[in-house]
């Protein structure tokens, strides 16, 4: 009976370290894009800072952090960005939504590929 408790132990050891590499996974390709983008790509770890340079690197007011913090504004919000990012990233508008919706997948190949920034670092 305790082998079963063992594989089942084991199997949500396997899942948790998938999540832990998905996680870091993502982390690094928003790192990325703050660092391609002339910002500091730590950045990508601080909570409500990231924010703020995400809206840096899209072009768009410091300001606008407070708007992640309005119910259904900041989903609104968090596409408009991330459109503006991916159009920085000479990107489309489709990417901007994948990248909004689908981050885990859209920030590392943004993050790690050969698309270069094409805004004005301030």
Same mark, same amino acid.
Not at 25 to 48: C, D, N, T, Y
Not at 50 to 57: A, F, M
């Given at each position: 009976?305790?082998?079963?408790?063992?594989?089942?132990?084991?199997?949500?050891?396997?899942?948790?370290?998938?999540?832990?590499?998905?996680?870091?996974?993502?982390?690094?390709?928003?790192?990325?894009?703050?660092?391609?983008?002339?910002?500091?790509? #730590?950045?990508?770890?601080?909570?409500?800072?990231?924010?703020?340079?995400?809206?840096?690197?899209?072009?768009?007011?410091? #300001? #606008?952090?407070?708007?992640?913090?309005?119910?259904?504004?900041?989903?609104?919000?968090?596409?408009?960005?991330?459109?503006?990012?991916?159009?920085?990233?000479?990107?489309?508008?489709?990417?901007?939504?994948?990248?909004?919706?689908?981050?885990?997948?859209?920030?590392?190949?943004?993050?790690?590929?050969?698309?270069?920034?094409?805004?004005?670092?301030?």
């Amino acid at each position: 009976m305790s082998h079963l408790f063992a594989a089942s132990s084991s199997g949500g050891l396997l899942v948790t370290l998938i999540y832990i590499a998905v996680i870091v996974l993502e982390i690094a390709g928003w790192w990325m894009i703050l660092s391609k983008a002339g910002k500091p790509g #730590w950045g990508a770890l601080i909570p409500i800072y990231n924010i703020y340079l995400l809206c840096k690197v899209a072009g768009r007011p410091g #300001w #606008w952090v407070i708007l992640f913090f309005i119910p259904i504004v900041n989903f609104v919000i968090a596409i408009l960005v991330c459109i503006d990012v991916s159009i920085k990233f000479a990107k489309g508008t489709g990417f901007g939504i994948g990248l909004a919706l689908l981050g885990v997948i859209f920030a590392p190949i943004l993050g790690f590929g050969s698309a270069t920034y094409r805004g004005v670092p301030d």
